[in-house]
């Protein structure tokens, strides 16, 4: 249903993606991985029209979005999380969803009311009108993973949500990952570093691997994670 | 001083402050969401100070009226203004462009404006007189007008605190001026938010022309002041904080009044801008800014 071919983009001299073609299917969890600075956050700012590639085309269920700007992709239905979380440090909880349910609905009444069936359903009820700058990383971290599901998207773009997290918490989000591509029948795209959440507690259906912007492997989580390819490169940059 | 002196400063600076803060807002708003830098923005207040004057000077209408009338022909004036900047202007992604052909076009806008109120009215300085009886309160005593308008002044702040923290449409504008980016990403429509945000600060320098020509002279040129004003209170109350300009424009009533009665209105601007230069050096952010992120 996503499909990206032939993406190239560089800033100055660093080719961030170097003619990356890859697609996802309907109601896929599909996990990104590849050592930092490999090109994977690009890859998603230029799918969802933040970047402008170089070079290539982006398709969504047929229809070319590789020129549309940011807002009209978010409404198609491709929504995403950023690295590190990206809030409005000024609003609280609920009206962070708010803030993205609205433009589906028109109506605050019920941009309100979407906002608080998904806070409801994620148990954040209690945190629902607390300032987000007053949250611990976890629960931004949810409240990110809310808005997200507000907007009722096709694809969820997720870069990197295990960081820092205990077990538990890693366990929590995993289960909302996985609620979402059952109920939502969401296809799911996750930059990860912690490979074994992808692998054990969310047991994605396929990895692909970047290097220095370069699809280096595709496949069955395990056949890429145990990829000669792959291995070097992570190994690479530890230099052992 | 005697304790009624001091009632006397605390309200003419409150009088001043409110509408310097209400100045500086629109500004404000206007910069932060969209990121123009709108020159014509106090050529606006002028405007629509001469519209007060003129309704009433020749039908004798009331400027209360002049409050709603002059807001109705500004946003109408808005709308093709708007218009001309999102089509050359706003369409780009780059902030600097936006900055850079914002103060173009809209200083191109604001001469036209200034010459052709001139042309048309002369260079001369006007004002008049509507409800400048003398009003004793608490042993103090007021000109009328100036109470009154001190109240309108304070009633559009209730209604602008609604608006932004209490509205969609102020959660939407909030969102956009911390975080461009992320709003657009959110599937928020821009070109509507931008919209709201010229309407918004046009309404708020047609309402602050008004008050303003209650109780000052107008003249075609001083449009330049006033965007001076509004562009040193919004960046020391911090761009993009609307309470922030609201603060540092009853600050800068106060600094404005005291200088007036002490030192002498002469030194006034001197000081002001002494002011701002120590400010920006120690603060560039402004006294209760937070920074603002270039998307
Ligand atoms: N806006 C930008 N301007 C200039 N260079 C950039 C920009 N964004 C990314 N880069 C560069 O492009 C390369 C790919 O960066 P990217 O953020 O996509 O990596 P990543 O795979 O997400 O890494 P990480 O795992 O650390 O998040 C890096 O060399 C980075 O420095
Ligand atoms: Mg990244």
Redesign the pocket.
């Known amino acids: 249903m996503l499909e990206i071919r032939n993406i190239s983009k560089h800033?100055g001299g660093?080719k961030?993606l170097d003619n990356v073609t890859l697609s996802l299917n309907q109601n896929e969890i599909v996990g990104l991985i590849?050592p930092?600075?490999?090109?994977?956050?690009?890859l998603f700012n230029v799918i969802c029209g933040l970047l402008k590639p170089d070079k290539g085309h982006i398709f969504f269920n047929g229809k070319e979005i590789t020129n549309l700007s940011p807002e009209k992709i978010s409404r198609l239905g491709i929504s995403r999380t950023f690295?590190g979380t990206r809030l409005v440090e000024d609003l609280t909880v609920i009206e962070n969803i708010i803030i993205a349910t609205l433009p589906l609905t028109n109506s605050y009444d019920k941009a309100e009311e979407l906002a608080r069936t998904v806070i409801n359903k994620l148990g954040i009820e209690k945190i629902g009108e607390v300032k987000v700058t007053a949250l611990t990383h976890y629960e931004r971290k949810i409240v990110e993973l809310a808005r997200t599901i507000a907007c009722k998207p096709k694809v969820v773009l997720i870069d990197?949500i295990m960081a820092g997290l205990s077990e538990e918490e890693q366990q929590n989000i995993a289960e909302i990952m996985v609620w979402m591509k059952k109920e939502m029948n969401a296809t799911i795209f996750w930059?990860e570093?912690i490979i074994r959440a992808m692998i054990k507690l969310v047991k994605v259906d396929r990895i692909i691997a970047?290097e220095s912007g370069k699809l280096i492997a595709e496949g069955k989580p395990e056949e890429v994670i145990t990829n000669k390819n792959v291995i070097e490169a992570y190994l690479g940059i530890t230099n052992v | 001083m005697e304790i009624t002196n001091i009632f006397f400063i605390i309200f003419l600076s409150l009088q001043i402050g409110l509408i310097y803060g209400l100045i500086a807002l629109g500004f404000n708003l206007l910069y932060s969401s969209t990121r123009i830098i709108n020159i014509t923005y106090g050529d606006f207040i002028t405007l629509s100070g001469y519209i007060t004057f003129w309704l009433y000077s020749l039908y004798n209408i009331s400027p209360f009226l002049s409050l709603g009338i002059s807001s109705f022909f500004l946003i109408l004036f808005t709308l093709p203004f708007f218009y001309i900047l999102e089509k050359f202007v706003l369409s780009s992604k780059n902030i600097l462009y936006i900055e850079i052909w914002g103060v173009i076009i809209t200083f191109g806008f604001s001469i036209f404006l200034q010459g052709t109120m001139s042309y048309l009215w002369s260079a001369q300085s006007r004002s008049y007189a509507y409800l400048d009886n003398v009003i004793d309160f608490f042993g103090v005593s007021f000109l009328l007008n100036k109470f009154l308008t001190t109240i309108v002044a304070a009633l559009l702040i209730f209604l602008l605190y609604f608006l932004l923290f209490k509205t969609n449409i102020g959660i939407m504008l909030r969102g956009v001026i911390q975080d461009p980016e992320l709003a657009s990403n959110l599937g928020l429509n821009m070109r509507k938010i931008f919209l709201i945000a010229f309407i918004i600060s046009s309404f708020i320098a047609s309402i602050s022309g008004v008050l303003l020509s209650m109780s000052f002279e107008i003249n075609p040129f001083m449009g330049s002041i006033y965007l001076i004003l509004a562009f040193v209170i919004a960046v020391v109350g911090g761009i993009g904080n609307p309470l922030g300009s609201l603060i540092s424009g009853i600050l800068f009533g106060f600094v404005d009044v005291i200088i007036s009665y002490t030192i002498g209105p002469s030194l006034k601007f001197f000081i002001i801008y002494s002011l701002l230069l120590l400010i920006l050096i120690y603060r560039p952010w402004g006294l209760m800014g937070r920074g603002v992120r270039y998307a």
């Open positions: 800033f660093i961030a590849g930092n600075g490999s090109g994977k956050t690009t690295q990197e930059i570093h970047l």
